[in-house]
């Protein structure tokens, strides 16, 4: 399984065979571990690394109240005296449940692959918050065994140290940070009434333009308006858009799928992939499909707006995380129960001045 | 010495001056009346001397304090000569200068209290110690203004019963005491370290407190953040691998010390330079 690239594998190629060996010993360790009855861990450079900030992961909403009116030393003992107590999940948890669920089936049919979901705490949280949120992880029964608590520091550096496919926080800064690094990342809000998912099957939609295609496109609606981008797409069909943000998840969410293909599961499919775009199939659609068909990708559904609101549709397709570059159309999906992702790039983000991405979070996020 | 008290310093660090110097890139045509070469542990020096600024900014009679120690086998009297010029021409502040035969270095750290001794020889670490010495690895670090040190969750985290077991899975004895030692002479470091962290609140510190669980699950680790709390040492960053390879996070920490007990394959720390 090929990681993105942008990120550096790190350690030198001299070391590879020693680094080998040392696997094998951990692959050893942990399987033989009595204290752990849960299954071993991947190897970073095979797996599909899936980054969580704490505060999408769980409901920290109260506690980061107590950082802001009163400091981050309060915050921090704040913490400490809860310890015991479990958070709620956030906003990420039902994504992380049904990458679990999926790992579940990998595991069935392919003991011995690594090309698993491996989920990593990414978090500048305090280190000393760390035992509440590890207490909180085995509550319920989360498979996340690696983390990182930066106290403060930037995630960026150990976003690529840890070879990560896609990056979900609720600080839009640092998510930013994470695109232009080349690092698929989101920034996720919190939903206030949550449609009922499947526990069986995850399911994740993308926006089209500026999510898995460039916002070359785009470009052309904001500035020379919709007439010229249908005659641009109808004469541009057969070239192939320019890679967005997310085009590289999708990809490894497409390899996935394959291998449950392979063992003749189609039809039970643990993992469903959508395209919700507002582009329309008659005059831009075509485009889009021809695009994917040249990068060998699929999507189980291309679902073709033409302008219609997303919000509807999506509360039918029941999304675990929907990805969007429009705030506009992140807020649709939230009015309507869906949990939605922001992916800040692109021509997009110009437009929406009036609109704030919860800037209140990023000048003062900087410790949590 | 009593850890339980507020104590009293200084922390006494010893390193070899041939971390101190870079001997190796020294040539023939070297000018013999220049300065030796700097080595990695210089930049470790001025940030220990950072700390101690600060710590004397808060308080004039402060008393935990760093001292670094120098110690030189083997040396010719040019060299010792050298030695003590380069110091002085880098303003390095070392408090005192052991030049010793190669056999002496044991007794040199132990009759000298030290606190901890430094060194990028991962053999020089383990031999202290086996012998009761507190030893971490002197890291690759970069010129920040802040001494970062690792210190091993595996080493701290692990139970007496999960470290005996470690012999199944290929681990030799050697390496097994090497682990079960270390955990003991971390306790008095860290307990010192731990006050003189708290003399800075959690943001602007000089000083910054990293654990590193190589191997260990995410409750060894949440294990060892509690043992180390319970000893005064509130950890700043915390980090867990689960068999990850280390290097890549290693790059992006850059500790100064790594209190490397062996768990982890030390091969791929000596080859970043």
């Known amino acids: 399984m090929s990681k993105p690239e942008g990120t550096e594998r790190g350690g030198q190629s001299n070391s590879d065979n020693s680094e080998e060996k040392d696997w094998a010993a951990v692959k050893a360790f942990f399987d033989n571990a009595k204290t752990t009855k849960k299954p071993r861990p991947p190897k970073p450079s095979n797996a599909v690394t899936i980054a969580v900030s704490s505060r999408t992961l769980f409901n920290m909403v109260k506690e980061r109240k107590v950082f802001e009116e009163e400091g981050l030393e309060r915050y921090v003992e704040h913490q400490q005296e809860l310890e015991d107590q479990p958070f709620s999940p956030g906003v990420s948890f039902p994504f992380v449940k049904a990458l679990m669920n999926v790992n579940a089936r990998l595991r069935e049919l392919y003991p011995d692959s690594e090309e698993l979901f491996d989920i990593v705490l990414m978090t500048n949280n305090h280190a000393q918050v760390g035992v509440r949120l590890i207490n909180s992880i085995n509550y319920y029964d989360l498979t996340i065994e690696r983390f990182c608590m930066t106290g403060g520091e930037s995630p960026i550096g150990y976003l690529k140290a840890y070879m990560t496919n896609l990056y979900l926080s609720k600080d839009s800064k640092k998510v930013q940070e994470a695109i232009e690094e080349g690092i698929a990342a989101a920034t996720m809000f919190p939903c206030d009434s949550e449609n009922e998912l499947s526990d069986t099957q995850l399911r994740v939609a993308f926006d089209g333009d500026a999510v898995l295609f460039s916002d070359e496109s785009e470009i052309i609606v904001k500035k020379h308006g919709l007439d010229t981008f249908f005659r641009h797409e109808k004469e541009f069909e057969n070239k192939p858009l320019a890679q967005g943000p997310l085009k590289c998840f999708l990809e490894t969410l497409g390899k996935l799928q394959r291998k449950f293909y392979t063992k003749n599961q189609r039809i039970s499919c643990p993992i469903r992939t959508y395209l919700v775009t507002a582009r329309s199939a008659a005059s831009a659609g075509a485009r889009v499909l021809k695009t994917l068909r040249s990068w060998g990708l699929e999507v189980d559904e291309a679902l073709f707006l033409a302008g219609a609101p997303k919000g509807p549709l999506l509360q039918k397709i029941k999304p675990h995380i929907f990805f969007d570059d429009q705030m506009f159309h992140i807020e649709g999906a939230q009015e309507l129960g869906t949990i939605a992702a922001h992916v800040p790039y692109g021509i997009g983000q110009k437009y929406h001045k009036g609109k704030h991405i919860d800037t209140s979070d990023t000048e003062k996020n900087e410790k949590i | ?273």
């Open chain 2, 1 to 273: 010495m009593d850890d339980e008290k507020n104590c009293t310093g200084p922390l006494i660090i010893a390193l070899q001056y041939n971390d101190l110097f870079d001997l190796d890139s020294m040539s023939a045509s070297t000018n013999t009346d220049d300065a030796l070469p700097k080595g990695r542990a210089v930049t470790f020096i001025k940030a220990v001397q950072i700390v101690n600024e600060r710590l004397v900014e808060q308080k004039e009679t402060e008393s935990l304090l760093f001292e670094v120690i120098l110690i030189a086998k083997e040396c010719s009297e040019e060299i010792k000569m050298k030695i003590v010029e380069s110091v002085k021409y880098y303003g390095l502040e070392i408090g005192k200068f052991f030049f010793c035969k190669k056999e002496e270095l044991i007794n040199t750290l132990q009759s000298n209290k030290v606190k901890l001794f430094l060194s990028t020889d991962r053999d020089d670490v383990c031999e202290a110690l086996h012998t009761g010495i507190p030893a971490a690895l002197l890291y690759d670090q970069c010129d920040d203004h802040v001494l970062k040190v690792i210190i091993s969750g595996d080493s701290i985290g692990f139970t007496e019963d999960s470290l005996d077991s470690l012999s199944d899975f290929g681990f030799s004895e050697t390496q097994i005491e090497t682990f079960k030692a270390a955990k003991i002479c971390m306790k008095e470091f860290a307990v010192l370290i731990g006050q003189m962290r708290r003399r800075f609140g959690r943001e602007n510190s000089p000083l910054c407190i990293c654990v590193l669980t190589a191997w260990g699950s995410t409750n060894v680790c949440a294990s060892a953040l509690k043992t180390l709390r319970g000893w005064g040492l509130d950890v700043d960053e915390a980090f867990c691998l689960a068999g990850a390879p280390c290097s890549p996070i290693l790059a992006v920490v850059k500790p100064h010390i790594l209190w490397d007990c062996g768990l982890h394959n030390m091969r791929d720390l000596a080859t970043q330079s």
